[in-house]
């Protein structure tokens, strides 16, 4: 991955890429098909560890079978990612000096589709566990049937922030 043009702005720390996992709802989908490269937000689950300094991220999502979104990833399942929180305007004395804070990850990675039944139970619950960490989870066959569940396979990622001074 290229490297970041800020480096005072890149984040090293493995615990605040945790910290913007938990904190985002939304992860943004960079994909591609014959009509054009379009982002598509939804909502997520993760596998986020270090081990040896080497730092691995898989996402999960869920949808439709059917759609854009489905048939690009059907056609090609290279995929970006971005995901960002803390939002919050800078004011400065004057107009270009306002700026804007935030955290964010971007990056990208390989999609795929999971096909076995507990390879999409585990998908969900990694999905209910970040949205709704206090629900209880239980699966009803018919509905994991008919759901789509994908894993992304997240390559190479980096991580950005601006802060308030």
Do not use: W
Request: glycine content about 8%; some cysteine.
């Amino acid at each position: 991955m290229r490297g970041m043009r800020l480096h005072k702005r890149e984040i090293h720390d493995a615990d605040i890429f945790r910290e913007i996992l938990k904190e985002c709802d939304v992860v943004r989908l960079g994909l591609r098909d014959e009509e054009g490269v379009f982002i598509v937000p939804v909502n997520y689950g993760y596998d986020f560890a270090e081990k040896n300094g080497e730092r691995t991220l898989t996402l999960y999502i869920h949808g439709a079978g059917e759609g854009r979104k489905a048939d690009a990833i059907a056609a090609d399942s290279r995929v970006a990612v971005e995901m960002d929180c803390r939002h919050e305007i800078i004011t400065g004395d004057y107009t270009c000096s306002y700026s804007y804070a935030y955290r964010s990850i971007m990056g990208n990675g390989v999609i795929q589709r999971l096909e076995k039944p507990e390879d999409k139970m585990y998908g969900l619950t990694k999905v209910m566990e970040h949205l709704a960490p206090d629900a209880e989870i239980s699966f009803r066959e018919e509905v994991l049937v008919r759901t789509e569940v994908f894993r992304i396979d997240v390559e190479r990622f980096t991580g950005k922030e601006r802060r308030r001074k």
